[in-house]
């Protein structure tokens, strides 16, 4: 669900999805509907906890009149509306805009896109070997976290959870045009001489490990990250009196990132430096 | 907000320039010298709210900056951040957008050559050569290829920006490389420009009602214009009041000539029912789509007619101000604009008691930076806001919530002016002219393969071989593109193809913004195919993957098909109409949804690839 605050009841309106009547509260996206309906439809730029920028279009639907299709993440349902999430067309786009993302840019980390590969037959290889790609150079200059271009889609939720929606630090932004579009902070600066306080929110959202823990990226590296050894365990953060909830991903007995949980009504998986990053004093076991 | 920022200082002309726009910076908080306490910086509250309500002016700063020294350096960029309270990074992802701007170090001197469709079928590749060949490094000037320049009647060609105080320009068309160099490299000494009525081969017609004046009126008097019959449509629109107005518009049948084709009566209606205040007007002066100059010509020639269209515009809309966003190629439309503005505030023509009526109204004009995408109305208010110029989802709908987040009417250029013939011969007189639901008269601009390129007016109705006819279309006729890179090809025997909207709605194509491109058979199509491949992939915002990437690989397609036919191009021309089809489908604007147009009719009416 997009976070909507909870405000007085609001009334239900009635349309139709694939043929059949549904309802939904009034201010409800199509996507809320399709998920309450148990319909899933694939989403990238969405995220739970922001208002999504509805680049990606991987989420688009046919609705009944409308010239062009429709992002069901952003799009408001309305009363009468009728809206189909799996025609061919539909259905069509979604897969040219899975293979023009997975020909561009690298999707090994970014959770579900290989399942939605698979089911609309995604050929990303059929743009030829020399089709154009990111080729960037993961950007390691510090010791919190990594920013590795080369898997960003640009799907804006770094930028917003940086920006106005959540932490108004606004280190980043994107910048240049078209395909040579990439997000950086000022002056393409590395991160430290950057506005960046290092609350790692922005690695919180990102859907493709675009942005990831220095600890993670340096595991991967040496091939010894393993999500399914992993445990996770929710906590409370022990700094300071906000109170935050962590969730501390272990490894082999050792915290190896930190994450929020995103259902928190206070943070919404926001987290400071601190909380995010300040756990080695936890290891430390001399 | 919690701005952070380095320690790169503006050297001292960069302060100045800023400072030229912004005035002194009163505090060491935005700014100012730390040379002495002052008593400000103790006691500085602007910040915050009022200071972020100045962010509209970051394009106008990066213009500051760019015209004094060229470029925009890391310490300019941090004042005019400082002075205005944007995050740095923002204002940086907002210079790298623009192609007018560099923020890398670059000679003062910039020399712009266009490459795109008129210009190339004019030998701009020859003329690129040669001129990169003169001015090689060490020369002083920059050399960029650049898309259409609006001058597509006197191609090939250049337009020269040389920074500093003031900036200068030279416009180099038709170009040749000693000219272009000459531009280049004495802007100031350069010829004048011919007047604006050699774009109208028509000039003079007494029944033209559009580009009358043009040719006939001095562009620099407001007592010539008035002379010219110049604000009696003003004064009708204070006799029958907004709501009369709207009714005359709407029962004219005035639909939009931007491209979008949307009816100006209803856009106006809904916006000044619009509870939500203040609302404001914008007129669309972007004009960048490859082909299109109309815009420019009425600017140049008849700059009043502009000023007193959107003052009624304004008045109708109930907005008491607007803005004029010119497209930053157009030197001499912005100092004829800004020189009519000028005097129509000094004689009461605007301002706040416009012709002692009173009702307020004054113009701004912003100018663009070089970004077709910024015609697109969402993406030009996120440009005057000083935002990156990409396009807004919709809805809301800019008569809803538009410029600022308030109700908003968009129009063309060409939209307002025809306002004023549908005032003074009223709205039955007007609505007979054309077709039924094309009406009034029309702008095209008509350029390549033609003896009298220019823009004419004609009524709605008439085919496009009468129009090609009085251009004087030249033997060997290949192909037409009619309405611009964003439009399609027609045949040659196609030419009775009624120019309406309606139409060429029917024949499979659009009138779009009016463009009439004729190519002869010495124009190599798959080239000039690749050309506007490479123009959309170039011109996308980047936002959307539909149109970020399926631009790119449709360039590549039409890169591997170059010189292939049949079989051979078989499988690439499946590829462009699965990433095409998606794309018109998916995108999230009329950039990524037009970007396939053009090669897709190229490919199904031109048989180019068989
Ligand atoms: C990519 C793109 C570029 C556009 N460029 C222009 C332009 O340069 N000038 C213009 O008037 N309209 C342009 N438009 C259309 C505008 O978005 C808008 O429809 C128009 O300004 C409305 O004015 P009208 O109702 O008077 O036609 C463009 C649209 C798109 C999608
Ligand atoms: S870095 Fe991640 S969150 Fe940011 S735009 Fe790229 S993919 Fe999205
Ligand atoms: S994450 Fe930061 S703000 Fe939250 S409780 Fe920990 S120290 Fe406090
Ligand atoms: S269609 Fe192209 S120009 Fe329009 S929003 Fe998408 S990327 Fe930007
Ligand atoms: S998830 Fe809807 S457009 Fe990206
Ligand atoms: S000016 Fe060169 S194509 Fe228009």
């Not at chain 2, 509870?275 to 700059?303: I, Q, W």
């Not at chain 2, 030009?380 to 935002?387: K, P, Q, T, V």
């Amino acid at each position: 669900m997009t976070v909507t605050p909870l405000g007085i009841p609001r009334r239900l309106l009635e349309f139709t999805l694939d043929g059949e009547p549904v309802r939904a509260p009034e201010g409800a996206t199509i996507l809320d509907a399709c998920r309450s309906a148990g319909k899933d439809i694939p989403t990238l730029c969405q995220g739970d906890t922001l208002a999504p920028k509805n680049a990606c279009r991987v989420c688009v639907v046919e609705v009944e009149g409308a010239r062009t299709l429709v992002p069901a993440c952003s799009r408001t349902a309305e009363a009468g509306m009728q809206v189909r999430t799996d025609t061919e067309r539909a259905r069509h786009s979604r897969k040219i805009v899975l293979e023009l993302l997975a020909s561009s840019v690298d999707l090994s980390t970014t959770p579900e896109v290989a399942g939605w590969l698979k089911e609309y037959e995604a050929k990303p290889d059929r743009f030829g070997p020399d089709a154009a790609r990111l080729n960037e150079e993961p950007k390691v200059d510090n010791d919190l976290y990594v920013r590795d271009y080369d898997k960003c889609i640009l799907c804006y939720k770094c930028v917003d959870a940086c920006g106005d929606q959540w932490q108004n630090t606004f280190a980043i932004s994107v910048v240049g045009r078209g395909f040579d579009a990439r997000i950086a902070v000022e002056h393409d600066a590395p991160l430290t001489d950057s506005a960046c306080v290092y609350c790692g929110n922005c690695i919180e959202v990102c859907p493709t490990g675009a942005l990831s823990f220095k600890s993670e990226f340096d595991m991967r590296a040496a091939g010894t990250w393993d999500e399914s050894a992993q445990t996770e365990t929710t906590t409370v953060c022990a700094y300071c009196g906000v109170g935050c909830n962590l969730t501390l991903h272990v490894q082999d007995n050792e915290i190896v990132k930190v994450t929020s949980p995103h259902d928190n009504p206070v943070t919404h998986g926001n987290l400071c430096i601190k909380g995010r990053f300040g756990y080695q004093h936890v290891q430390n076991r001399d | 907000m919690d701005l952070h920022f380095g320690d790169s200082k503006p050297t001292d002309e960069e302060r100045a320039a800023i400072d030229a726009l912004l005035g002194p910076a009163e505090s060491s908080w935005e700014g100012a010298a730390r040379d002495e306490m002052r008593a400000s910086d103790l006691r500085w509250a602007r910040g915050g709210r009022a200071a972020r309500e100045r962010r509209d002016l970051l394009l106008p700063g990066l213009h500051a900056v760019n015209d004094r020294i060229g470029w925009i350096s890391e310490g300019a960029l941090d004042y005019l951040c400082r002075r205005l309270t944007v995050p740095p990074a923002e204002a940086y992802g907002v210079a790298t957008f623009y192609a007018m701007f560099s923020v890398k170090p670059r000679p003062a001197t910039v020399l712009h050559v266009c490459t795109d469709l008129a210009c190339a079928a004019a030998g701009a590749s020859e003329l690129c050569a040669g001129v990169e060949a003169r001015l090689g490094l060490g020369s002083g000037v920059a050399v960029e290829r650049s898309p259409c320049l609006g001058l597509c009647e006197r191609a090939p060609a250049a337009l020269a920006v040389r920074a500093g105080d003031p900036v200068r320009t030279a416009v180099s068309a038709p170009a040749t490389v000693e000219r272009a160099v000459l531009a280049a490299s004495a802007p100031d000494s350069a010829p004048e420009e011919p007047s604006a009525a050699l774009a109208v081969p028509q000039a003079g017609d007494p029944a033209l009602m559009l580009l009358g004046r043009v040719g006939v009126v001095d562009p620099a008097s407001l007592d010539d214009y008035r002379a010219h019959g110049g604000y009696t449509a003003l004064r009708q629109a204070f006799a029958i009041g907004p709501a009369g107005v709207i009714r005359e518009v709407t029962d004219a049948g005035l639909v939009g000539r931007g491209g979008a084709a949307f009816p100006t009566g209803r856009k106006w209606q809904a916006t000044a029912s619009q509870p939500g205040h203040p609302h404001y007007l914008v007129c669309n002066a972007d004009e960048s789509e490859p082909g299109t100059f109309k815009d420019r010509v009425v600017m140049e020639g008849d700059p009043y007619s502009l000023v007193e269209a959107m003052t009624i515009a304004g008045y109708a809309v109930g907005a008491h101000k607007g803005y004029l966003y010119l497209r930053g190629e157009y030197p001499r439309a912005l100092a004829r604009m800004e020189h009519a503005i000028g005097q129509a505030r000094a004689r009461g023509l605007l301002g706040d008691d416009v012709l002692g009526q009173g009702y307020a109204f004054d113009i701004e004009i912003r100018r663009g930076a070089g970004a077709y995408i910024c015609g697109e109305e969402t993406a030009l208010f996120n440009s005057i806001e000083g935002y990156r110029g990409e396009p807004r989802s919709k809805p809301p709908f800019p008569v809803e919530k538009g410029l600022f987040g308030r109700p908003t009417a968009e129009n063309n250029v060409e939209t307002l002016v025809n306002v004023l013939p549908i005032l003074t011969i009223g709205a039955p007189a007007y609505a007979a002219i054309g077709t039924g639901s094309s009406t009034g008269p029309k702008l095209f601009c008509v350029s390549g393969s033609v003896e009298r390129p220019g823009i004419y007016e004609l009524p709605f109705g008439a085919t496009l071989g009468e129009l090609l006819e009085l251009a004087g279309v030249r033997d060997r006729l290949r192909a037409v593109l009619l309405g611009g890179a964003a439009g399609g090809f027609v045949r040659p025997d196609e030419l009775d193809i009624p120019l309406t909207f309606e139409g060429t709605r029917e024949a499979g194509t659009t009138l779009g913004s009016g463009v009439v491109l004729a190519f002869d058979d010495t124009v190599p199509l798959p080239r000039l195919l690749l050309r506007i491949a490479e123009f959309f992939r170039d011109e996308s915002c980047g936002q959307c993957v539909p149109c970020r990437v399926g631009t790119v690989r449709q360039e590549e397609a039409l890169h591997r098909i170059v010189g292939r036919t049949g079989a051979d191009a078989a499988a690439d021309i499946t590829l462009l109409r699965e990433v095409g089809r998606a794309m018109k489908d998916a995108s999230i604007c009329g950039l990524g949804q037009t970007a396939w147009n053009a090669v897709e009719s190229a490919i199904d009416r031109l048989g180019a690839y068989e």
